[in-house]
């Protein structure tokens, strides 16, 4: 098969995907947002190249919102919106935050291709993302290799968010722009 018919094939696989999800608790995602004091971010390996994304948007939408893990990420409050993605929902380090945010009293939205994980039954908000677990090349959901589908899903799924609460906000990329970096 030539690159073109692999790229047909992986956007055939998102579109599939990304339909199946939740627009409810998608929309209970984005009043999260709007009503959150600040926005953390979390997860592991890809999943978190795809959290720090996220993060650089609502950045540029001039929301309080961190990463996990980086040096400048203030302390987590009960006002506060915990974001966890997570492909099988069992990470253990994501998981043992998961709960400390819950703890906290912090509002938890998982997003997960198993909502019955550790992480997603500790979700406020649910999103469930039915692509391939990273273990199970054979399910069939997916040609690409281990958790592919779920972090391009994810990736995808974080920038409609965007665009809905820019939606909902009157932003536009102009409004946006004046808080890119520049200093490149």
């Known amino acids: 098969m030539k690159t073109t018919g692999f790229t047909d094939e992986i956007l055939a696989e998102l579109k599939r995907t990304l339909t199946l999800i939740d627009d409810v608790e998608a929309e209970k995602l984005v009043t999260g947002i709007l009503q959150a004091k600040k926005i953390f971010v979390a ?40 974001i966890v993605g997570s492909g099988s929902g069992e990470t253990q380090g994501l998981a043992a935050m998961t709960e400390k945010a819950k703890t906290i009293g912090a509002t938890v939205a998982a997003i997960t291709i198993n909502p019955e994980s550790t992480i997603g039954r500790l979700g406020d908000i649910r999103i469930a993302i039915p692509a391939q677990a990273k273990a ?34 009157g932003l536009n990329s102009n409004t946006m ?3 890119h970096a520049n200093l490149e």
Do not use: C, W
């Open 43 to 82: 997860g592991g390996g890809r999943s978190g190249f795809m959290a720090k994304a996220f993060v650089m948007r609502m950045m540029h939408m001039g929301l309080d919102a961190y990463v996990i893990g980086e040096t400048v990420t203030p302390n987590l409050e009960a006002d506060d919106l915990f």
């Open 136 to 169: 199970d090349g054979s399910s069939g959901k997916s040609i690409q290799p281990m958790g592919s589908l779920f972090e391009q899903s994810l990736l995808l799924f974080y920038d409609a968010v965007i665009l809905r609460f820019m939606d909902q906000k």
């Open 177 to 179: 722009y004046g808080r």
